[in-house]
């Protein structure tokens, strides 16, 4: 089962290396699929299910660019890793294979950004609502205008929520996630945060997530309600721990050469669209946690924690540390002017 999602990965990687030779060699036009009766179609890739805050969004987005454009400008959704996944999309992305993603703040590290990872940061953020003093501030506009060094148009945020452990067994304390390993997205924030509580982390695509912790790959994972319930890995965990630890969110990000060959006034109302679309998502995201946790506890199989007081403040004394140890990494100059947007 598990090579099966290697198998496709394989596969995949092995269109991005043809479609890497047809770039080279000039076959591929890299612009937004335009086609001969003037349709431009928008590829837009996703690793999660539909009925998640970010699945929802990328429906009303292409719903509403559909619609205002009158069938001019058709969206194309690809939810569930279905056209790429985490080790190929930015790399599709940059090559004109899809021309938008929104992948979550902690994938934007290895691609040269390591900025993105302050979002990973443990306990850093009380709410949401301090993460958007952020992220629809000056400094959320300033990291967005970053991506153009690799080709990418930062287009826009949008909140998933906080973050909870799960496992084979209750996960809140630091003594309980020793010799764990611990599945983790590819950002040197949240592995040193599993080292931190004394966890192995094991990056892994998402996609390949369940089916890792089916087999036993790992023994646990971390992510906001919705993505484990939509993933069904409460079929595969007996406990989920309402840790809420650290934040998870996204950027939108568009293939450069594709968004300007968008004309001025279709620009503007992919764009529009685009802002409406994550306020929509911004404003479904607690629901749908929410309503996840509902269904969780009604299917019964997955025991739900709540850490008492004394646990939370040893895991947050026991992660504190990566605060100072990664901050060389994810940049001084961001950690203190987020600090101020914070303290503001
Ligand atoms: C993960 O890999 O755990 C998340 O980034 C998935 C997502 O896009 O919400």
Known sequence: MFNSATVADTSRRQCLQTLGVAVATGLWSGHGAKAAAGVTTIRFSHVVAEDTPKGLAAE?????????????????????????????EMQALQLGAVEMLAPSLSKFGRIGFPEFELFDLPYLFPDVASVRRITQGALGQRMLERLMRQR????????????????????????????????????????AQMRALGARPVTL?????????????????????????TQRMHEVQTDFSLTQHAYLGYAVV??????SSLGRSDR??????????????????????????KALREAGTTRIHQPDEGQLSRMRAAVAPVHSELAQRIGPQWLTDARAVLAA
Not at 153 to 170: C, E, I, Q, T, Y
Request: glycine letters at 8%; aromatic letters at 10%; hydrophobic letters at 45%.
């Open 60 to 88: 009303r987005f292409r719903a509403l660019v559909n619609e205002r454009s009158g069938g001019r400008i058709q969206v194309q959704v690809y939810p569930r890793a279905h056209l790429y996944g985490d080790h190929d």
């Open 205 to 229: 695509a998402f996609s390949e997530t369940r089916r890792a912790l089916a087999a036993r790959v790992v023994d646990g994972t971390e992510n906001p309600i919705s993505n484990f319930w």
């Open 152 to 191: 990418l148009v930062g287009l826009g945020f949008m909140d998933n929520g906080f973050k909870h452990m799960s496992a084979n067994r209750p996960l809140l304390a630091p003594e309980h996630f020793v010799g764990l390993r611990m599945r983790v997205q590819a950002s040197r924030v949240i592995a």
């Open 268 to 293: 503007e109302l992919v764009a529009t669209a685009l802002q409406e679309a994550l306020q929509f998502g911004n404003q479904v995201a607690d629901l749908q946690n929410d309503k996840a946790l």
């Open 254 to 259: 568009a293939n450069q050469r594709f968004w």
